[in-house]
Structures are given as C-alpha cells and as structure tokens.
C-alpha cells in the first residue's frame, strides 16, 4: 500500500513509520497523538481512504493518506466493518515497525466513521468492541476527526 504525504509525496507504510518516528524524535519535549482513520464513498466503485494523522499536541502535525478501490459495493454494515479492519491492520503494522524505535510507547486511536446520530448507531458497540479488542482506542463521532475529516476529504 502506498501513501501520500502532501509535503513529502509517495511513501511506503515503512518510510511513513520512519518519518513519524523521526518527527517525534525532533520533538521529545512533546506530546502526541497517532491516529488511524478509514473512511469510504460508493461511486461506480467503492473508494477507501485510510489516514495516518500524527498530532504533537497544541502545535499541529502531519498526515498521511492512502486509496483503495473496490469493485463490490457492500451493505453498509460491511463496509463499516472494513473500514475498522483497514485501520485495524495499518495501526498493527506501524505499531510492529515503532517497536525497534525509540517511539515504540505511542499510543494509538483508531478514529471510526460512527456515531450516535444517523445510520451507524446500531453498530456502534459492535465495531468499538472490534477495536478495543485488539488493543487500541476507539473514537466515534464527532471526536473520529480522523475517519471523518481527514479520510473522508480525500474519497471525494
């Protein structure tokens, strides 16, 4: 999977795990957030964004973004799911390439495109349970800025 950063261009899961890491590094007085978010739309295809957002907190951060697409346009409830399990397994794959730096101790949230209101409120407990299950932090609108801002910005 290949992801955009808009200062540095095309960057392999690996050389983003790498930028993060020195990024933080630069700044060990520092507090940060690392965040993953998944968002998607359906067109003629369904078009799947996941976002890589590091945040040093009080004084902005950095992001990264990469695209899928897919032929199958799922119910809704399977597109949500995928949409977890996306961020799920970028999250995993940075937090296994942090490991060996000296950033291993991140914590990370997984931002998800639920929320009380709307649609999605049915699946809510469900798809937190999924994320809070493998270890991390979940974030439901309107606090998922990740999923639903970041992400969903560029599935237009």
């Not at 990469?66 to 346009?73: M, R, T």
């Not at 799911?81 to 390439?97: M, V």
């Not at 942090?98 to 495109?113: G, R, Y």
């Amino acid at each position: 999977m290949i992801f955009i950063s808009p200062t540095k261009g095309k960057m392999t899961l690996e050389q983003v795990s790498r930028d993060l890491a020195g990024f933080v590094q630069a700044n060990p007085e520092s507090s940060f957030k690392l965040i993953v978010g998944t968002d998607s739309q359906i067109r003629e295809e369904v078009c799947y964004v996941t976002a890589i957002i590091i945040l040093r907190e009080g004084k902005g951060g950095r992001f990264y973004y990469a695209k899928e697409y897919e032929g199958i346009k799922p119910s809704l409830k399977e597109r949500i799911f995928y949409e977890a399990s996306k961020s799920l397994q970028i999250a995993a794959e940075l937090t296994r390439y942090l490991a060996v730096t000296e950033v291993a101790s991140l914590d990370v949230e997984i931002h998800l495109d639920v929320g009380v209101h709307g649609k999605t409120k049915d699946i809510i407990r469900e798809v937190v349970g999924m994320v809070t299950g493998s270890g991390f932090d979940a974030k439901i609108k309107p606090m998922a800025y990740g999923a639903s801002k970041v992400a969903d910005k560029y599935t237009k």
